[in-house]
């Protein structure tokens, strides 16, 4: 009995609730990782100039795509054109309120203390969108030649971080 009602809650929630919010419910989702991104931002321009660039350039480089991504979320979910644009303008202000977050949260002094949890949680989260939610799709590619385009990407976006290490360096 309890594994029918894991089951029946389950189907509940992907049949029936998830389908009447999938656009509203990708809004809170995009608030939430937007302020963990200005978190990433603001956390890391206290540590420093390099790492802070080299932080808003990796999170540029993943939200462009994502932003795209989550637009044709809210068309597909009956928004019309302005106010998808209207709601992801206004998600992006978490990624603002993450920011001021972290740069007033404590003084310069402890931002050390501050960025000691901050970047830690924020590289978790990159690494989860990375390996949990992009790495499978892209093993389901059946084309050898389009798995080595995705394969000489990945290592273009790499090498991209280690060029902005190298030119903010010192």
């Known amino acids: 009995m309890l594994s029918f009602a894991v089951g029946s809650l389950l189907g509940d929630v ?3 609730l998830l389908p009447e919010v999938s656009g509203y419910l990708n809004l809170l ?3 939430v990782d937007n ?3 200005g978190l990433a931002v603001g956390a890391s321009f206290c540590i420093s100039i390099k790492v802070g660039l080299a932080t808003t350039l990796a999170i540029l480089l993943h939200e462009v795509p994502h932003e795209v991504g989550d637009f044709a979320i809210l068309l597909r979910s009956g928004f019309d054109w302005w106010k998808a644009a209207k709601a992801q303008f206004l998600t992006a202000s978490g990624g ?3 920011a001021v977050t972290a740069l007033t949260a404590e003084s310069s002094q402890a931002a050390g203390e501050l960025t ?3 970047l830690p949680f924020t590289s978790g989260g990159f690494m989860y969108i990375a390996l949990v939610t992009v790495v499978p799709d892209l093993l389901e590619e059946k084309h050898g ?3 080595a385009k995705q394969v000489a990407c990945i290592c273009l976006g790499i090498l991209s971080m280690i060029l902005v290490t190298i030119l903010f360096e010192g």
């Open 145 to 147: 030649w389009e798995s």
């Open 14 to 16: 992907f049949l029936h």
């Open 35 to 37: 302020f963990t991104h």
């Open 96 to 98: 603002v309120f993450g």
């Open 116 to 118: 000691a949890w901050i």
């Open 29 to 31: 989702a995009n608030v």
